[in-house]
């Protein structure tokens, strides 16, 4: 990172508030050259039917840059973080990501090895949302780990579209779901029938209501997959040890009469950055009173991402 310029003499008088973060942890996914393959951790989302691994996501290749410190800015304002690498219902406010822009980073953690942060280890438990827990509602996701055969996966989305007369694959699996419990005695028979000629994939029948006869069908019942699904679900990890950056440093954020006084009413005084990192408030002070040496201007921080690992 460049040096930064120092203060301008007009903005001597300006106003400055000194943070100090302390243990902000950075974790990144390492290849076969120091790659944690030991930490497949899944994420599996029931509603939008997503389905990545962590390692596979883009991340910032700075490790610290303008979203991270908007991000805490906006917690120690006492506004909600917006996430830097999904879309989001909120938004972030304007005026917290442009003081983000204008504030300078330092950061006190010494680089070794070829410019590098030394890495440490550390402990981990952590679990995906909702993970072991049998009674997860099925999406499309764990319905493929379910079949476990292509070919037969793709013939029961055929089946589905073909007597729903929908893209069954366009709407989670849990509506359809209630779409074939309202449908006809004669479709769901033939639904019925389908899977069955399927073999090995009888589960699917109970999901989606088996045919008990007399024209009647049993309630859905998932729990003839949650076996095959706990299968799936050791493939996550939530116990580990983890290799990671520790990161420490300072920030100098430039605020207003109005930006203090809020602090005054409703900031906690602390906030969070990257994973763990204690933030905490050091004072407010006029420019004359600083030394920005050593400190570089946040916004001329590349945002510049990874290109996420695919799997093989």
């Known amino acids: 990172m460049k040096k930064n310029l120092q203060i301008k003499k007009q903005e001597k008088m300006n106003k400055y508030l000194l943070l100090n973060f302390r243990n902000a942890k950075l974790f990144r996914r390492f290849n076969k050259n120091n790659e944690n393959f030991r930490t497949k951790?899944?994420?599996?989302?029931?509603?939008?039917?997503?389905?990545?691994?962590?390692?596979?996501?883009?991340?910032?290749?700075?490790?610290?840059?303008?979203?991270?410190?908007?991000?805490?800015l906006h917690v120690l304002f006492n506004e909600r973080p917006i996430p830097s690498l999904r879309e989001s219902f909120y938004k972030r406010v304007d005026h917290y990501f442009e003081m983000a822009e204008k504030s300078l980073l330092k950061i006190n953690t010494p680089k070794i090895n070829f410019g590098q942060f030394p890495l440490e280890t550390m402990h981990m438990k952590k679990s995906v949302w909702n993970s072991w827990n049998p009674n997860i509602p099925l999406n499309w996701e764990l319905v493929r780990r379910y079949v476990d055969d292509e070919e037969k996966y793709l013939k029961f989305i055929s089946i589905l579209d073909l007597n729903v007369g929908i893209n069954s694959k366009k709407i989670p699996f849990y509506r359809i779901k209630e779409i074939?419990?309202?449908?006809?005695?004669?479709?769901?028979?033939?639904?019925?029938?389908?899977?069955?000629?399927?073999?090995?994939?009888s589960g699917l029948i109970y999901a989606l209501g088996r045919y008990s006869g007399n024209g009647k069908f049993s309630a859905q019942d998932d729990s003839k997959l949650v076996a095959k699904y706990v299968n799936c679900s050791a493939k996550t990890v939530n116990i580990w040890v983890e290799k990671n950056y520790n990161l420490?440093?300072?920030?100098?954020?430039?605020?207003?009469?109005?930006?203090?006084?809020?602090?005054?009413?409703?900031?906690?005084?602390?906030?969070?950055?990257?994973?763990?990192?204690?933030?905490?408030?050091?004072?407010?002070?006029?420019?004359?009173?600083?030394?920005?040496?050593?400190?570089?201007?946040?916004?001329?921080?590349?945002?510049?991402?990874?290109?996420?690992?695919?799997?093989?």
């Open 41 to 72: 951790d899944y994420s599996i989302n029931q509603y939008y039917d997503t389905y990545c691994k962590r390692h596979e996501l883009p991340s910032f290749i700075e490790p610290i840059t303008v979203y991270q410190i908007s991000n805490m």
């Open 180 to 201: 074939i419990a309202t449908l006809d005695t004669e479709t769901r028979l033939k639904i019925n029938d389908s899977i069955v000629e399927l073999k090995k994939c």
């Open 248 to 312: 420490s440093g300072e920030i100098i954020v430039p605020v207003s009469d109005d930006d203090i006084h809020r602090l005054e009413v409703t900031s906690k005084g602390f906030a969070n950055l990257l994973d763990g990192g204690f933030v905490w408030i050091d004072s407010v002070k006029s420019g004359s009173e600083i030394s920005d040496e050593g400190f570089t201007i946040v916004g001329s921080i590349s945002t510049k991402m990874t290109t996420p690992v695919i799997s093989t």
